[in-house]
């Protein structure tokens, strides 16, 4: 059986399988439909924008004993506080009767955080000293917790450095309101980005995104595929026919790929249409690496499938593989992030090298040589994945 | 349909020496359990072979491992020359199989369905097209050339499956259980239609099954398959000689106050070698000798028993699997159904369509 006869055939059950697939009117909506749902749901779960911190509910409680008779000092700070806070919008201030009062509105979850200002507040600046704030934050909820904090830290560093620019004008009078801000914080950062324009969270997902849902849609559909011949008996049709067998691999391979890749294509134009993602590398390279993730992706399915007795055993089989992945392969959160044994595992993980080089080239516009260790992982893989797979599938096939 | 002899192969006769299918000890083995034990068995060119047995007897794997479907543990096989293992892929260009199995697509039409699969047998375009159109002519169904299949009957499902295993015109076509589940109407047409085939187009059919009605009507020469082994292989006349030829009788008898006490005196008479029990009333007996039939009556009067009606009968193929394996097919069939955990998927399953 020659090569031409191979491929013809294979190309064969390929288009038998699509032809399969488009006729399925329920399962042809699932397909646009599903990574519809997944795009959206992520988009609009992440905020778009840097940071879009406002109207956090949070109260405050003044214990301040003042400095002699005067609580000026805690009142001056409130009354900033206040003034800051109209401008930016970033909080629904009130005030708490209490520290106990304050805990359990938080508990309750009325309030995001507290802000208390202690006792020795006055007594402390009037000193020469500095005045503790006290932030409260609901440590159940640490995405929410860690926002407070930063914003306000912020806040509070800005009001600071204010007061700080006053002092020192009022040390030395030749000093001006310029030059007190070189004195006080004598150093300014700026951060840069590698490319033109802003990038946020869902332009960080997106590729990651894109790269889960081709290599999921083969590694479940290659196996639901192959079982379900099997179970049905049309398996034995194509077994019984003088073909060689390698075609019904190549032949399903190929009808998942290209599923899998129409499924990409619709989350890339989805990405690029309503979510306002921007490709700044080449947009082959982009679908050539969802070709090779796929193509990596293949020999496992096609193992495991020949593997499994039934198609409920290769679909749990395959749930199972693919939850670790979906979390350590840095699709959604970065593997740097994670304790270092888990950094390890996402290493070995052929998704996390697929998101990896994908995001590089969509978002920082990287070329071939700048992604050359994935290419590498990737084409490895599935090599050999699919030097254990043929052999294991024939027989499998023929128990 | 007893019309019907067992030279229903009426081609037998011209090419009687050419073996098709040659078997040596063809043996499978699945975890622990051996479904098929060291076979040897010629087919014919041109014959109807039949493979006689209860469930789990080995017949079917037999048949997918002479289809290349499964491979042998151990033994070999050739068809038409070509060795089963070695030459995989010519054996199947002059093979077709239909099982219980539906091998079909339910979301291609009926067409497409024979297209599909012609193609993938290397049949020519213009060829395979006037082919689709004979087949579904043949089977009555023209009509629904562009319905998907899914639409289809059970009947339509069946017709669908067997001209799907004509496309190649096979030499061989192996049958497993053909009239499986089938109304008697249907089981007459599918007769009529391997008979036919085997007639006009001298495809050698090689089929299995477990009612002897088939065998008997159909097939030239039948082997009784047991436990994976052949315990018998001739025509179906020669088999039944078997009994009657050593002078044995097969007596129906209804005994209308029939105990135990009774069947155990019958059992026990010298001449008697079998006694089933068909019913509440009714006995099949298997006796031999020239007295078996006195015997057989003296011993149930003495035990008080009222014979209300009595016949004397043509062994059938029951009686002759009974006489030789020592248990009816029925019992066969309870006793032995290989675990799940044995078969891997391929080999078949339930017999229920």
């Known amino acids: ?64 004993s003042g400095y002699g008779n005067s609580t000026i000092v805690s009142q001056t700070f409130i009354q900033g506080l206040q003034q800051i806070n109209d401008q930016t919008g970033m909080m629904v201030l009130s005030n708490a009767s209490s520290v106990s009062n304050l805990q359990s509105l938080i508990q309750q979850g009325s309030l995001d955080g507290g802000i208390i200002i202690p006792s020795n507040f006055s007594s402390c600046i009037m000193c020469g000293q500095q005045g503790t704030i006290i932030v409260i934050t609901d440590q159940s909820n640490p995405q929410i917790s860690g926002t407070i904090q930063t914003a306000l830290t912020e806040v509070f560093d800005q009001m600071g450095t204010m007061l700080a620019q006053q002092h020192v004008q009022e040390l030395n009078s030749s000093v001006n309101a310029n030059n007190s801000l070189a004195i006080v914080q004598p150093y300014k950062v ?74 990409g ?18 947009i082959f390279l982009v679908l050539g ?17 020949s593997f499994t007795k039934d198609q409920e055993t290769a679909s749990m089989l395959m749930m199972t593989l693919m939850f670790p992945m979906m979390f350590l392969s840095g699709v959604f959160f970065p593997i740097q992030q994670m304790p270092w044994y888990m950094q390890d595992i996402s290493k070995a993980l052929p998704l996390t090298y697929a998101a990896d080089a994908l995001r590089k080239v969509m978002v920082l516009g990287a070329g071939v040589s700048d992604i050359t260790t994935q290419l590498t992982v990737l084409i490895v893989f599935g090599v050999v994945m699919i030097a254990i797979a043929v052999p294991v599938f024939r027989r499998e096939m023929t128990r | 349909m007893l019309g019907i002899e ?50 789990g007897a080995g017949k079917s794997t037999t048949l997918r491992m002479l289809s290349t479907l499964a491979k042998p ?19 199947r260009k002059s093979i077709g199989i239909v099982s219980e199995k539906m091998i079909m697509y339910n979301r291609l039409t009926a067409k497409e369905n024979l297209w599909f699969f012609g193609c993938l047998f290397g049949i020519p375009k213009d060829t395979l097209r006037s082919r689709i159109d004979e087949l579904l002519e043949l089977v009555q169904l023209t009509k629904w050339k562009n319905a998907q299949v899914g639409t289809f009957s059970t009947g339509m499902r069946q017709r669908m499956n067997v001209i799907r295993a004509l496309l190649n015109m096979p030499e061989v076509l192996f049958l497993d259980e053909p009239t499986l589940g089938l109304d008697p109407q249907s089981s007459v047409e599918i007769r009529d239609f391997i008979v036919k085939l085997n007639r006009e187009n001298h495809t050698t059919i090689v089929l299995t099954t477990h009612m002897m009605v088939d065998a008997d009507l159909l097939c030239n020469r039948i082997a009784i398959v047991d436990h994976g082994k052949i315990v018998a292989l001739d025509t179906s006349s020669n088999l039944k000689k078997l009994i009657s030829g050593a002078n044995t009788a097969v007596l129906k008898i209804e005994v209308s106050n029939l105990t135990l006490g009774i069947m155990e005196s019958i059992k026990s008479i010298a001449c008697v070698d079998t006694v089933t029990q068909d019913d509440d009333t009714h006995l099949r007996i298997i006796a031999h000798g020239e007295e078996a039939f006195d015997n057989v009556i003296d011993t149930i009067r003495a035990k008080g028993g009222k014979i209300n009606t009595m016949e004397n009968l043509l062994p059938t ?27 891997r998927f391929g080999a078949p399953r339930s017999r229920v369509r």
């Not at chain 1, 690496?289 to 495991?304: H, K, R, Y």
């Not at chain 2, 543990?73 to 010519?90: M, P, Q, R, V, Y």
């Open chain 1, 1 to 64: 059986m020659g090569a031409t006869s191979l491929l013809s055939h294979s190309l064969r059950i390929a288009r038998k399988d699509l032809n399969e697939l488009f006729r399925n009117r329920l399962g042809l909506v699932l397909l646009v439909v599903m990574p519809l749902f997944m795009m959206v749901m992520v988009g609009f779960i992440y905020p778009s924008s840097g940071s879009t911190v406002s109207d956090l509910p949070i109260a405050m409680v003044n214990e301040d």
């Open chain 1, 190 to 263: 700026q951060t840069q980005g590698v490319v033109a324009g802003n990038t946020n969270y869902f332009d960080f997902i997106a590729p990651g995104i894109l790269a889960l849902t081709v290599m999921m849609s083969v590694m479940t559909g290659l196996p639901s595929a192959i079982s379900m011949e099997r179970e049905s008996g049309t398996m034995d049709g194509m077994m019984v026919a003088p073909i060689n067998r390698l075609s019904v691999i190549l032949g399903k391979a190929l009808g998942q790929t290209a599923r899998g890749l129409i499924q």
């Open chain 1, 265 to 282: 294509l619709i989350l890339l134009v989805l990405a690029i249409g309503i979510f306002g993602v921007v490709i700044h590398g080449s």
């Open chain 1, 289 to 305: 690496l969802l070709l090779l993730g796929v193509f990596s992706f293949v020999g496992l399915g096609i193992v495991i499938t």
């Open chain 2, 6 to 55: 067992e030279g229903a192969g009426g081609s037998v006769a011209a090419e009687a020496n050419t073996n098709i299918i040659e078997v040596h000890g063809l043996t499978k083995k699945f975890k622990g359990f051996t479904a098929v034990d060291n076979i040897s068995f010629d087919v014919r060119r041109g014959e109807i072979f039949g493979l006689l047995g209860p469930n």
């Open chain 2, 73 to 91: 543990t151990a033994g070999s096989a050739t068809i038409n020359g070509h060795d089963i293992a070695k030459d995989d892929t010519e054996v």
């Open chain 2, 317 to 343: 193929l029951e009686d002759v699997f009974l006489h030789i394996t020592g248990h009816q097919v029925r019992d066969a069939a309870d006793q032995k159904i290989p675990m799940e955990g044995n078969r």
